[in-house]
């Protein structure tokens, strides 16, 4: 491991976040400050590559820590919104602010999952890649995990527990 997440203080991790967003990504917040609804979801699609060449130790360190440092992309993203919205423009402005902003990281070369409906419980914590195609969609299945059961014949009551991972 080349770099350590403490190498910068988390002001640092949003400034170098945000001017990434500025430089590479200014198009995409305009977008995002343009849909109607507040409330909405939206993706910021960030390139990997792209990041490495901006910085590469903020790249290596986002696929190795990326439950700690998304949340500050996200964080930057909405820092930039706040930044450009805050500049006025000509003509009625129906621009806002959108908290539900996540970065999504794309063209990782990482654990890639092809051909699995889902990932495992090991892979929590990591940054992981799925490729497919999606053939078929159907309702949710609710998956228990305990049911209680009764005997037929006793009619004694018990508890079954599933096991999640067949």
Do not use: W
């Not at 200014?26 to 409330?39: F, H, M, S, Y």
């Not at 990997?48 to 990326?66: E, G, K, V, W």
Request: glycine share 4%; with cysteine.
């Amino acid at each position: 491991q080349l770099y350590r997440l403490d190498e910068f203080s988390e002001e640092e991790y949003l400034d170098l976040m945000a001017k990434f967003t500025v430089k590479h990504h200014a198009v995409g917040i305009e977008q995002i400050l343009n849909i109607p609804d507040p409330t909405q979801h939206c993706s910021l699609i960030i390139d990997y590559s792209t990041l490495m060449q901006f910085h590469l130790p903020l790249a290596a360190l986002l696929t190795t820590y990326p439950k700690e440092l998304l949340p500050l992309f996200d964080e930057a993203i909405e820092e930039v919104q706040r930044a450009v919205i805050s500049v006025p423009i000509e003509g009625p402005d129906q621009r806002s602010i959108k908290i539900n902003c996540h970065a999504r990281i794309s063209g990782v070369s990482l654990k890639a999952f092809k051909n699995v409906s889902l990932p495992r419980s090991s892979d929590i914590g990591s940054l992981v890649a799925i490729t497919g195609t999606v053939i078929r969609t159907g309702a949710l299945k609710l998956m228990e995990k305990e049911k209680e059961v009764r005997c037929a014949k006793c009619k004694q009551q018990f508890t079954v527990y599933a096991d999640l991972e067949t």
